[in-house]
């Protein structure tokens, strides 16, 4: 058939499935008990909204893009779940930072002095700086895993390098 017979309509774009979280390659997917747990309500309300989708039948040519950009979505959801390692947070050593640890840092030179930031490290998915839940591969959680109560440890925020102790670690559920 001649493209002079088709509607234009017809030849929509294929959607773009928004990609989830960054996970550097190589890079095992942690998560928490309740990281996998906020990955599977998420599958859960993402099929029954694709269910709904599927219901629809007012608008086929609607209905078939918004199908395609649910099962993208699923698909990358599906694959994050399969890949995922639970690490719980009671099995971590209490005075190491570790994966699932909460850490107080307390700046002892090169910023404030005295101030104190406190966040726990969470999976790439779990991650939310309004929570104060830092992603375990983001920079400032990679500067700091490994340390003991009490150690220094040098983070380089931009240009500037702060020096700050772990004032606390703890491993809350």
Request: charged share 25%.
């Amino acid at each position: 058939m001649s493209r002079a017979f088709t509607k234009e309509d017809d030849a929509q774009q294929p959607p773009i499935i928004p990609p989830r979280a960054a996970l550097p390659p190589d890079t095992p997917n942690y998560v928490t008990p309740h990281g996998l747990e906020l990955l599977r309500a998420e599958l859960t309300a993402l099929e029954a909204e694709r269910a709904q989708a599927e219901s629809n039948r007012d608008n086929d040519a609607d209905r078939t893009r918004l199908l395609s950009l649910f099962n993208g979505r699923l698909s990358d959801l599906s694959a994050r779940i399969a890949s995922a390692k639970v690490i719980d947070p009671r099995q971590q050593p209490a005075d190491e930072v570790r994966f699932g640890a909460t850490v107080t840092l307390r700046t002892v030179s090169g910023g404030k002095p005295g101030m104190k930031r406190k966040f726990m490290l969470v999976g790439v998915d779990e991650a939310s700086i309004a929570e104060g839940k830092i992603a375990f591969v983001a920079p400032i959680a990679r500067a700091v895993q490994g340390a003991k109560l009490g150690q220094h440890v040098a983070l380089h925020l931009g240009p500037k390098e702060e020096v700050v102790e772990i004032a606390a670690i703890t491993y809350d559920v």
